[in-house]
């Protein structure tokens, strides 16, 4: 065998096998993303698992503020006579009585406030959001009456929207805790 043929054998080894670990390379680089793709897949379920449960501990503490809302409203007798005057007519409240039912206001508005934050930052279903903008269209104009800061401006600026424009009302209007 001469040096041409030799250095052209040499030479069609070297192709080969180039192409043996270009195909190599391939199954290899298919075989990672294929890897890469279901660990990405596995860790977009878990980050839904994890807001899940976030959203779920959130109803939770809502649901519980929310009890003990109404169970003080409903077991004083005084605040819930002051808040059935506000719901009839805010204006009639006294002096007194404004003054009650203005500090009550600002426990449940930071509640709202804070499903407020919530909805922004997507951790409220389409219904819970229809329903906080009902009540937010609701007291409003309540809290403007007794003077009540709202403390954030994007929740001033919503409260504001709603009560220019509030949503449809749909079933009952007797939640007015949010």
């Known amino acids: 065998m001469s040096l041409t043929e030799m250095s052209e054998l040499l030479g069609n080894f070297g192709e ?7 195909v190599v390379t391939l199954v290899y680089l298919a075989a990672q993303v294929k890897l890469n793709k279901e660990a990405t897949e596995a860790n977009t379920r878990q980050m839904e698992e994890n807001r899940k449960l976030t959203l779920a501990e959130h109803y939770m503490r809502r649901s519980e503020r929310v009890e ?3 169970a003080d409203g409903v077991l004083s007798p005084e605040l819930s006579r002051v808040l059935f005057k506000v719901y009839k007519d805010p204006g009639a409240l006294d ?3 404004r003054y009650q039912i203005r500090e009550w206001s600002y426990a449940h508005m930071h509640q709202l406030d804070a499903q ?3 909805y922004q930052h997507g951790l409220l279903e389409d219904e819970a959001v229809e329903n906080l903008k009902r009540v937010l269209a609701e007291w409003g104009p309540i809290w403007k009456e007794l003077d009540v800061t709202l403390p954030r401006a994007s929740f001033r600026q919503e409260v ?3 009560m220019n424009n509030p949503p449809p009302l749909e079933g009952s ?3 007015k805790s949010g």
């Open 16 to 22: 080969f096998a180039g192409a043996i670990a270009v």
């Open 68 to 70: 003990r809302g109404y």
């Open 95 to 97: 002096e007194f009585e």
């Open 116 to 118: 407020h934050y919530q």
């Open 160 to 162: 504001d929207a709603l």
């Open 173 to 175: 209007t007797t939640n």
